[in-house]
């Protein structure tokens, strides 16, 4: 142990002899020595990197370390997440400094953005159905990088029936799996990523507007976490219309599906989930809608008692008997518009539109 | 595209939308009941005087002329006002109450609890607990069971069939409804409304293009992304937060947005 002593004499004539110990300090420390410690760590480096010593180079200096984690595509990205105009951001460049602030100069913003529009995951085609993303899947892939990459993937489970996860949140993807194998809905016990896939009209002018929202997340019901895939102008969301949009996007959602989706270096296989309002699930699978015969898309009870289904009514019951049973469907019972499928009975298909 | 049929999300926005409306037609449905259509529009301008004074919600063009996702909330919080509005109405003149809003008016107030417990779980965006879902499940099968026992002309919609049947399933799946609902796709709708005006062009073609574009480059700065610049606090140690404040506390009465409750 260092030690180093000396000593005082007081005015009464008393002498004090002071030992100085030097220890380690506390392994594990509370709050406010800790938050002491990162702002003492802080100032240290920050006067090294920016050159200025002590007082100086508190606040200022903090803000430019944060915001130099700000990557050019994200600033870019902020920019038309805000609606800024050049001239907003010019302004706001010139209160953080100007050349000195961390915000990159309006011509190296352009030149990024340039640069960016061309990439695969944000190319735009435009069709007689409306304006969509061309490649939905490097678009996702691109999205979940970012979230792997900024340590904010969230990992989301299948729970059993004990309401708790049918595989630990560590658990990696068996080396022989296929992640298409099962088209968008894996065995619980693997580690997936949860997409939902959703389209709705509405909105002045009207439109129907189809969003992939990556559930992966923190909040991913906040539009800017979401993924917007079409924005499609039209009057009706009928069958034709809607089948003509998806048409576009099918191929390309099921592309990730039987390709599964990179993270952290593992190839995951994806969850496919359906969202949007009832009309236009109903319409996305193919049925009929909530006043057909059926109503329900998920299972085969009527909408109510009546002679004419009364053999449907005594074999799947009515919406009305609130005690079940409910009898589910098949996912191979969902519309795809065949002349084999629409000669089906009642029970054994959705009637498409 | 063909999704598993135990993997289609049961629309818990539109839920809450269409039953809380529900309910609030089933007040003015017993008093046509009780009484006759004449006091039931008379009753419907109350109520919705009283959704404004109490709950400060009012209805909004879209939606079909609902009440928006938030203000069903504010609703269901002020219930209380929504369940005594009935009884009043069809109470004597003394306050004594008639012996057909006697029968109706208990099982109008436990249909308003029992939906406030699921609404409240079927909107949360996080993963419930073991007994949270429990509970969902008894909570949605007492809801529609005791309103279809108890208002013999109840019709069980396809929404109300999807709160019963398909929600407390897909909750004990995933853990989380409100997670996996269709607010952020509905949110679309009034961004693209508000932005589509910078993106002015010929057609409302080109006009979506400019603003898909525009979308995919915004997307690089998602908050999902830019939360590593902000690491979140810890939550508070149990029992260190404040008690929230009384909700009464700065809601300085305005005036009323509807015309008074009298009939031409």
Not at chain 1, 340 to 352: M, P, T, W
Not at chain 2, 143 to 154: E, I
Not at chain 2, 173 to 185: C, K, P, R, T, V
């Amino acid at each position: 142990m260092d030690c180093d002593e000396f000593r005082v004499m007081q005015k009464i004539g008393q002498g004090r002899l002071y030992a100085r110990q030097i220890s380690p300090r506390k392994g594990a420390v509370k709050k406010s020595q800790k938050n002491k410690r990162w702002a003492a760590a802080r100032r240290l480096t920050l006067a090294c990197e920016v050159g200025v010593s002590g007082e100086e180079s508190g606040a200022v200096a903090v803000r430019r370390t944060a915001a130099s984690h700000l990557f050019v595509r994200e600033q870019v990205g902020l920019v038309y997440e805000l609606g800024l105009s050049w001239t907003k951001f010019i302004k706001i460049r010139r209160a953080l400094g100007g050349g000195r602030s961390v915000l990159i100069s309006r011509h190296e913003l352009r030149k990024a953005k340039r640069v960016l529009s061309a990439s695969p995951a944000k190319e735009v085609v435009v069709t007689s159905t409306g304006a969509h993303l061309a490649n939905l899947a490097p678009a996702v892939l691109e999205r979940v990088t970012a979230l792997c990459d900024a340590d904010q993937f969230v990992e989301r489970f299948v729970y059993g029936r004990d309401h708790k996860p049918m595989r630990a949140t560590y658990a990696g993807v068996p080396a022989d799996f296929e992640p298409g194998a099962r088209g968008g809905c894996p065995p619980p016990s693997v580690p997936d990523v949860h997409i939902s896939v959703g389209l709705d009209k509405g909105g002045d002018p009207a439109s129907v507007k189809i969003v992939v929202s990556l559930i992966n997340q923190d909040q991913p019901k906040n539009p800017s976490n979401t993924i917007l895939a079409a924005v499609c102008p039209c009057r009706q969301d009928q069958y034709p219309q809607v089948a003509a949009m998806m048409g576009i996007h099918s191929p390309r959602v099921e592309e990730p599906l039987a390709r599964g989706i990179d993270v952290r270096g593992e190839r995951r296989p994806v969850r496919l989930l359906l969202s949007g309002d009832f009309e236009s699930q109903c319409t996305v699978v193919g049925h009929k809608g909530p006043n057909a015969t059926m109503p329900c898309y998920q299972c085969k009870s009527t909408k109510a008692p009546s002679t004419t289904h009364a053999t449907l009514e005594k074999r799947y019951g009515t919406l009305q008997d609130v005690s079940g049973p409910w009898h589910m469907r098949d996912a191979d019972q969902y519309a795809t518009c065949t002349e084999e499928r629409a000669n089906c009975g009642q029970e054994d298909h959705l009637s498409v539109t | 595209m063909s999704p598993h049929p135990r993997q289609i999300v049961p629309i818990p926005v539109h839920l809450t939308i269409g039953i809380n409306s529900r309910l609030l037609r089933l007040a003015v449905e017993v008093v046509i009941d009780c009484c006759c259509q004449a006091a039931a529009s008379a009753f419907a301008f109350v109520l919705a005087e009283l959704l404004h004074a109490e709950a400060r919600v009012h209805p909004v063009p879209y939606h079909g002329g609902l009440f928006i996702g938030r203000d069903c909330h504010a609703i269901g919080e002020h219930s209380d006002a929504v369940c005594a509005a009935p009884e009043k109405k069809l109470s004597g003149p003394n306050g004594e109450s008639a012996e057909i809003a006697v029968r109706y008016s208990p099982a109008y107030k436990d249909a308003w609890c029992a939906w406030n417990r699921v609404r409240k779980v079927l909107n949360r965006a996080t993963i419930a607990t073991a007994a949270e879902a429990t509970a969902f499940r008894s909570d949605a099968a007492m809801f529609v069971a005791g309103l279809k026992h108890s208002f013999g002309w109840l019709n069980v919609s396809p929404k109300l069939h999807l709160s019963l049947a398909r929600a407390p399933d897909f909750l004990d799946e995933f853990g989380s409804i409100g997670l996996y609902g269709e607010q952020g796709l509905e949110a679309w709708h009034g961004r693209f409304g508000t932005m589509a005006p910078l993106y002015p062009s010929e057609t409302d073609l080109a006009s979506a293009a400019a603003f898909v574009r525009t979308m995919a480059l915004a997307g690089d700065a998602s908050p999902a992304v830019l939360d590593r610049l902000n690491p979140k606090r810890a939550s508070a140690a149990e029992g260190r937060t404040r008690p929230p404040r009384p909700a009464t506390r700065g809601c300085a009465p305005t005036s009323p947005r509807f015309p008074s409750a009298t009939r031409r």
